[in-house]
T-cell receptor, first 112, second 109 residues
Framework: DTGVSQNPRHKITKRGQNVTFRCDPI?????LYWYRQTLGQGPEFLTY????????KSRLLSDRFSAERPKGSFSTLEIQRTEQGDSAMYLC??????????FGDGTRLSIL | QQPVQSPQAVILREGEDAVINCSSS?????VHWYRQKHGEAPVFLMI?????EQKGHDKISASFNEKKQQSSLYLTASQLSYSGTYFC??????????FGKGTSLLVTP
């Protein structure tokens, strides 16, 4: 069990640029989740996949946010035309069905 | 949908006990407790499903009152390593967790 891996750990970009984050879940986990966490707050649910199917995406923050999990393994979260308010920690978690979600260390996004 | 946690912050001396509460206005499928240290990922502590079952390991336990939609996390004989921010995550269905704002716990020598 190598844990949930996220890359990059830090991303600094200029406003208006597109960014993409990668998440590699625990290998036997079929569910993958994306959360956003801002300072002083708990994680905020964005979307989740069961295998390759994205079963909930209504809570993505805007149409600038999109996620994929093409082969049911790793996932990517893309933010287009980044804004200052997108600065946050983006966390990925995975689980085996309804079992507990295990989080990665996150990608910290800073918008200049 | 965000659960309400109390207290917001607690300072303990090593060996003292603490209780952290989490309440929801909606019927819950499950409650998940996590601890997060600064700059690190949230670490899973325990999950409670409908049924009021109390779970625990070592000196950390939790309960879930389904009638009141409230959960409590009990930390006994606290250790320095217990310091961090504790979050409850509530699930209305089987997947999305709604997290509270967290309870900051500091254990001092």
């Amino acid at each position: 069990d190598t844990g949930v891996s996220q890359n990059p750990r830090h991303k600094i970009t200029k406003r208006g640029q597109n960014v993409t984050f990668r998440c590699d879940p625990i290998s036997e986990h079929n569910r993958l989740y994306w959360y956003r966490q801002t300072l002083g707050q708990g994680p905020e649910f964005l979307t989740y996949f069961q295998n390759e199917a994205q079963l909930e995406k209504s809570r993505l923050l805007s149409d600038r946010f999109s996620a994929e999990r093409p082969k049911g393994s790793f996932s990517t979260l893309e933010i287009q035309r980044t804004e200052q308010g997108d600065s946050a920690m983006y966390l990925c978690a995975s689980s085996l069905g309804d079992h507990p979600q295990h989080f990665g260390d996150g990608t910290r996004l800073s918008i200049l | 949908q965000q659960p309400v946690q109390s207290p917001q912050a607690v300072i303990l001396r090593e060996g003292e006990d603490a209780v952290i509460n989490c309440s929801s206005s909606k019927a819950l499928y499950s409650v998940h407790w996590y601890r997060q240290k600064h700059g690190e990922a949230p670490v899973f502590l325990m999950i409670l499903l409908k049924g009021g079952e109390q779970k625990g390991h070592d000196k950390i336990s939790a309960s879930f009152n389904e009638k009141k939609q409230q959960s409590s996390l009990y930390l006994t004989a606290s250790q320095l390593s217990y310091s961090g921010t504790y979050f409850c995550g509530t699930a209305l269905t089987g997947y999305a967790l709604n997290f509270g704002k967290g309870t900051s716990l500091l254990v001092t020598p």
